[in-house]
Each structure stands twice: as C-alpha cells, then as structure tokens.
C-alpha cells in the first residue's frame, strides 16, 4: 500500500488545517490508520488513529494534547483519512505522516503501522 500524506502548509496560531492521506489501494479501507509528527530535534510521537470501520478513534493524551483540537476520520469510498487540525499551536509545528497497519486496534504503537507515507509539514507561527 502507497500512502500519499497532503494538506500541509503555513498557518497562523488559532488556525485550521486538514491533512489528507490517500492509498493506493481499495483494501486501505480494511487498515487500521495512524497520524504521526515529528518537530524538529524531536522524536515522533503518535498523534491519532482511527479503525478500519471508523467506528473507534483514539487520539494522543499528553500535554498540549491534540485531543479536542483535532478529529481524525476517514472516508473508505475515496481510500482516504483525514486528520482535522483546529485551534493550531507553534507547538504542532512538524512533518506530519499517515500509516496503516493490518492491526485491528487503534494502536499508537509505531512498530504495528506496516506501511508509511513521505510525510507532510505544518508550520504554525505565533
């Protein structure tokens, strides 16, 4: 599976952007669905996943959480996930990557997504 990760872009603080990643393939809609990012001198760190169906998410709970700030889902008919992305911080400055994994859970384990797309880059300014 080919992961095409877009939606990226230059954004003020307070702003929305909505990340788009699109499969190669028409069974992605079988794939349980990651958004990762990694800022700049840090690690990468899970952000949101969403199941197969799009009946279970599960979003990252740290500090500055994205939860309640962005809402992952997807659309099987386009083989397509999104990751919506509203009251942006600078802190969610990163390159954004989508994955997919056969796993059957919404896991923000990296090592379980088998497949990963080039990434995309958020850029909020204060």
């Known amino acids: 599976v080919q992961l095409q990760a877009s939606g990226g872009g230059y954004m003020q603080a307070g702003g929305s952007l909505t990340l788009s990643c699109a499969a190669s393939?028409?069974?992605?809609?079988?794939?349980?669905v990651g958004w990762f990012r990694q800022a700049p001198g840090k690690e990468r760190e899970f952000v949101a996943a969403?199941?197969?169906?799009?009946?279970?998410?599960?979003?990252?709970d740290y500090t500055d959480s994205v939860k309640g700030r962005f809402t992952i889902f997807r659309d099987n008919a386009k083989n397509t996930v999104y990751l919506r992305m509203n009251s942006l911080m600078p802190e969610d400055t990163a390159v954004y990557y989508c994955?997919?994994?056969?796993?059957?859970?919404?896991?923000?384990?990296?090592?379980?997504?088998?497949?990963w797309g080039q990434g995309t880059l958020v850029t909020v300014s204060s």
């Open positions: 994955a997919a994994g056969t796993v059957r859970t919404t896991t923000p384990t990296a090592a379980n997504y088998d497949y």
């Open positions: 393939e028409r069974t992605f809609s079988t794939y349980t």
């Open positions: 969403v199941r197969w169906s799009g009946g279970s998410t599960y979003y990252a």
